[in-house]
């Protein structure tokens, strides 16, 4: 009788580890090839990076017209140290309106309030800040980039709208990043790009949603994830998952 448990526990045993291979394989057969390539990626990107402005998100769909959206401007010098940067980032004022516009104090060491500005009739906000070489530490972008203004948006209108850069020679206000030097130098290169959102009231109905599986592989998968996780019950305790730090960014209202 005892040997019989034992075969019994044994071929249990067996039946779960061999469901949870194959069902790990499964699951990262396709997540391990888009590890793999963002990797190479991120390597690409890091070796091609320069100086520039990032809007995020970099664009989407916006369902909820009546509470608007929040856009942050990036910045990333490439790991270069720059004594300014502005920006103008355009948009449509028949569309979207500014309700407010809030910048990373810990950047630059000055804001001047004549170049800093609003203009809802216009569609156009403007930003800039300046740390005076020799007497502050310069900013550079160290790793992914730093929120330099976060734009809180009201929504007038349904449909389309792109938010834009003010970028060029014949710009009025211009968008720049500038590296310590005699004299100073744009080293913004490139304009930065554009953003597109489409606003709309659609709501997400769950039954158009595709999973990406079949009915029948979806039961499969299913039925894999309640015996894998009976065996993880038997042999495991369950652990406690400590909390994801971050970094708090400080803004000051204008």
Do not use: H
């Amino acid at each position: 009788m005892n040997n019989s448990r034992k075969k019994i526990s044994f071929l249990t045993i067996c039946s779960y580890i061999t469901l949870s291979i194959l069902f790990f394989f499964f699951l990262n057969s396709t997540s391990f090839m888009g590890v793999l390539s963002s990797s190479f990626g991120k390597v690409y990107a890091q070796e091609e990076s320069e100086p520039t402005f990032k809007l995020y998100p970099p664009g989407g769909r916006v369902l909820n017209k009546d509470q608007g959206f929040v856009v942050d401007v990036l910045i990333d010098t490439a790991g270069e140290e720059i004594i300014s940067a502005n920006f103008a980032l355009l948009f449509d004022p028949e569309v979207l309106q500014v309700k407010k516009a809030e910048r990373n104090n810990s950047l630059f060491s000055q804001f001047p309030d004549d170049q800093a500005s609003i203009d809802n009739d216009n569609g156009v906000i403007y930003l800039s800040g300046f740390t005076q070489s020799g007497t502050d530490a310069l900013y550079s972008t160290q790793g992914d980039p730093d929120v330099f203004a976060r734009i809180t948006f009201q929504v007038l209108e349904l449909g389309e709208t792109t938010l834009d850069w003010e970028y060029g020679d014949s710009a009025n206000f211009g968008t720049e990043i500038y590296g310590d030097g005699s004299p100073p130098q744009n080293i913004l290169r490139s304009k930065p790009n554009s953003a597109t959102f489409t606003i709309g009231e659609e709501i997400l109905d769950p039954s158009n949603l595709n999973t990406g599986f079949s009915v029948d592989k979806y039961i499969i998968v299913t039925g894999a994830v309640l015996l894998l996780f009976g065996g993880f019950m038997v042999f495991t305790k369950p652990r406690s998952f400590k909390k994801k730090s971050g970094t708090v960014v400080i803004y000051d209202e204008e």
